[in-house]
């Protein structure tokens, strides 16, 4: 699929899962990204909940986008990174709100990709982008289930470039996916996706 295929629906938000490796994986992701992107990127990293994370801090160093921990509540903007805080899931509502819950745990994991991609294909449809990388485990693949049935697109990463292969894989084993990239090329699939609606 060409991302000029894709032109007619636009796309309004990207959301992206991650676990073991992820740091790196989502460094790279961003760094790929132009500050400038006219869509938010709303970011599930599986973190330990017995620490402070400065997940956010050190994100920003590797990209010019704003990011941020995401807070309960909050209206999202183009060119802005949310990222799930520790402990706790992280949704979004129709119209780009935010919200945060510590309900129960799915897949042994909050935050959980899945709630997050389960979310943004019922406020989204066609006009989300749900992206999968590095991390161990099942988390994200029937969130990509949802996605993909109402119309989004997905994108995992090559898991023989990935840190960790469960999650790709695991995602892959939908049959549901409309990208499978290295690393390094998901950015720019990406950015050509979203941008192709502008034109």
Do not use: N, W
């Amino acid at each position: 699929m060409h991302p000029s295929e894709r032109a007619c629906d636009g796309y309004e938000v990207v959301a992206v899962a991650s676990s073991a490796g992820g740091i790196h994986g989502l460094g790279t992701l961003l760094g790929g990204l132009d500050a400038q992107l006219p869509v938010p990127v709303l970011i599930v990293q599986h973190l330990d909940p017995r620490h402070r994370t400065v997940i956010a801090e050190v994100l920003a160093r590797r990209t010019a986008m704003r990011v941020k921990l995401a807070e309960d509540q909050e209206q999202i903007f183009p060119g802005t990174v949310y990222i799930a805080p520790p402990d706790r899931h992280l949704l979004v509502r129709p119209g780009g709100l935010l919200a945060l819950t510590d309900s129960e745990l799915v897949h042994f994991v909050r935050p959980s990709a899945d709630l997050l991609f389960e979310s943004v294909a019922g406020a989204y449809g066609s006009q989300a982008i749900a992206c999968v990388l590095t991390g161990t485990g099942r988390d994200g693949s029937m969130g990509v289930d949802a996605v993909k049935s109402r119309g989004g697109t997905v994108i995992v990463q090559d898991p023989a470039t990935a840190e960790f292969r469960g999650m790709p894989e695991a995602a892959l084993g939908t049959g549901t996916v409309d990208f499978v990239l290295p690393l390094e090329e998901i950015a720019a699939v990406i950015s050509g996706l979203v941008e192709a609606k502008r034109q």
